[in-house]
């Protein structure tokens, strides 16, 4: 609603959120209303990964402009431009911004890369491949003849050519890392895709030369076309390093939206402020108080060991439904865990329960089903299983009036988040709009000691006083700060790394610079 009132004062409104999912899901409850305003062309819906592509291409896209300057020395003139928008009449709206001061996007960078493909580059990756169990020296690389006629080809960058097969015989031992799908692309297609911190599925993410061995072995494999493998058998020059706390600095006006901005930490209110953010507003909900029920005293349970854990999860679940009749949400960190889980003797009896079966909810899952299973998250008997990712933004609504009647959806989480805001995020996937809901913690002490440096001395010392959740919090809040320092030097290089992208797009862009200056930016990155 607030972008449709900004875009009718005149604004053109960038909604961004971290998850391509949350985003398109509010996008296309609102496109009607844009359409009834004739306010469509001013409003646009993307995730933070997406925003800043479209921000750094405004005047020409990078990908093609280095393409461009690479097979032909041109420089300008690539790539198409967007329109002229007055920088004054640009507000940036960032939903669930909290997210957005997490590690995975605040002091990180968005990385575009182009892929200079020819016979040659292929036939290179090719050989790589199929030496890989023993793979050649760079040296013994640069005997061979594939080696000179790419060097031929790219007399000036003959330097990043070097540091580039470098990275292939590097990333040809190590493919499989990080973790990638195969799967179909809007065309029908088959391709490598990534996880991002939304969950979506992204197939236009490359990790090096491992994207490029990864859909070699996919081909070997017969999981998808030899043609499309060979598409991605190119260099790939990257383009910059983009810092995403640079990126709202192109707007006049930056304004986010988060359910939890009253448990902001003060680092994360310091980097608000940093933006120039200095009014905060706080508005009670429309269905009054809460109805959720939570004691911290009681309702947190850490578990010594993960035999323990993983049991105490089980009978947990199984009490809620058979004995309270009501539907439970447990929530994992990771989807390793989650699996971890279902696949012990504790977990795998609730994938098979009737009359209603466990289901688990994998970042992999397409829209469709994942609204499907959303829906029957909250009918009586149901138990789904998530990871972390779906903590926020899924909205779990209650038409079992036999679940309301019972008390509302249950929800377990079997982890301690490391931010407040996303620990009551996860409570807020029950008790909505003024329905009856419950939560609570099952947790490990492995984990604990390992991610929050918990002496659980201590912190059976406190058990005795109900006070381990509070015990808990301060060291949730130690280890933050201690972690401050680190990001805050990883905030810098990226604002230095996002100048040099700049820096080289500005040469691309303006045909009175030289080859010369665009080659020394494009050394800083490759």
């Known amino acids: 609603m607030l972008s449709t009132v900004l875009s009718l004062l005149g604004y053109h409104v960038h909604c961004t959120c971290y998850s391509k999912y949350l985003s398109e899901r509010d996008k296309n409850d ?121 060097a031929r080809q790219y007399p000036a960058l003959a330097g990043m050519v070097d540091n580039h097969l470098k990275q292939m015989l590097s990333d040809v031992k190590t493919f499989q890392n990080p973790a990638y799908e195969v799967v179909e692309d809007h065309t029908g297609t088959k391709r490598i895709g990534y996880r991002d911190v939304g969950g979506s599925v992204c197939t236009n993410t490359k990790y090096g030369y491992s994207t490029s061995f990864a859909y070699l072995h996919e081909s070997e494999q017969k999981n998808l076309l030899p043609e499309t493998a060979a598409s991605q058998l190119g260099v790939q020059f990257i383009c910059g390093n983009f810092s995403y706390a640079e990126v709202p600095n192109d707007f006049a006006c930056i304004l986010g939206v988060s359910g939890t901005v009253s448990s902001l930490d003060k680092y994360e209110k310091d980097i608000i402020k940093n933006f120039g953010i200095n009014l905060q507003t706080v508005t009670p909900s429309i269905y009054g108080k809460s109805q959720l029920t939570w004691n911290s005293g009681k309702h947190v349970c850490v578990l010594d060991n993960r035999q323990e854990w993983f049991q105490k999860i089980a009978v947990e679940t199984a009490q809620v439904i058979d004995e309270q009749k009501r539907a439970v949400l447990i929530f994992f960190e990771d989807e390793e865990t989650m699996e971890n889980f279902t696949e012990s003797s504790y977990g795998m009896p609730l994938l098979t329960r009737q009359p209603r079966a466990a289901i688990k909810v994998e970042q992999k899952m397409k829209t469709d089903k994942l609204n499907h299973v959303i829906v029957k998250a909250t009918m009586q008997g149901a138990i789904t299983l998530l990871p972390r990712v779906f903590g926020r933004g899924l909205d779990f609504k209650v038409f079992d009036q036999n679940v309301r009647a019972a008390g509302g959806v249950h929800v377990i989480q079997t982890f301690l988040s490391s931010t407040l805001s996303e620990e009551i995020q996860i409570k807020g996937r029950t008790a909505r709009m003024n329905a009856k809901g419950s939560y609570e913690m099952i947790l490990c002490a492995e984990d604990l000691q390992k991610q929050y440096s918990v002496d659980i001395t201590t912190l059976r010392e406190r058990e005795k006083q109900a006070q381990a959740y509070e015990y808990l919090a301060d060291c949730r809040t130690s280890t933050a700060k201690q972690q401050i320092t680190a990001r805050q030097k990883q905030v810098q290089i990226a604002k230095s790394s996002h100048q040099h992208s700049r820096a080289l797009l500005d040469a691309l862009t303006e045909s009175r610079q030289n080859a010369a200056s665009i080659i020394n930016h494009l050394k800083t990155f490759n």
Do not use: C
């Not at 009607?32 to 062309?41: I, M, Q, T």
């Not at 928008?85 to 957005?100: A, G, M, N, S, T």
């Not at 090719?126 to 020296?137: G, T």
């Open 30 to 150: 609102f496109v009607d209303l844009w359409k009834l305003f004739g306010v469509e062309d001013q409003i646009k819906y993307s995730d933070i990964s997406q925003l800043t592509n479209t921000v750094i291409n405004e005047n020409g896209n990078i990908r093609d402009l280095v393409e461009t300057f690479v097979k032909d020395g041109a420089i300008g003139g690539a790539g198409s431009k967007g329109k002229n928008i007055k920088p004054d009449k640009r507000i940036l709206l960032i939903d669930e911004v909290d997210v957005f001061f997490s590690p995975d996007f605040y002091g990180s960078t968005y990385n575009p890369a182009t892929h200079t493909i020819d016979m040659g580059t292929k036939a290179l990756h090719r050989h790589i491949w199929d030496n890989r169990h023993q793979p050649p020296s760079l040296d013994e690389l640069k005997t061979i003849q594939l080696y000179t006629t790419m």
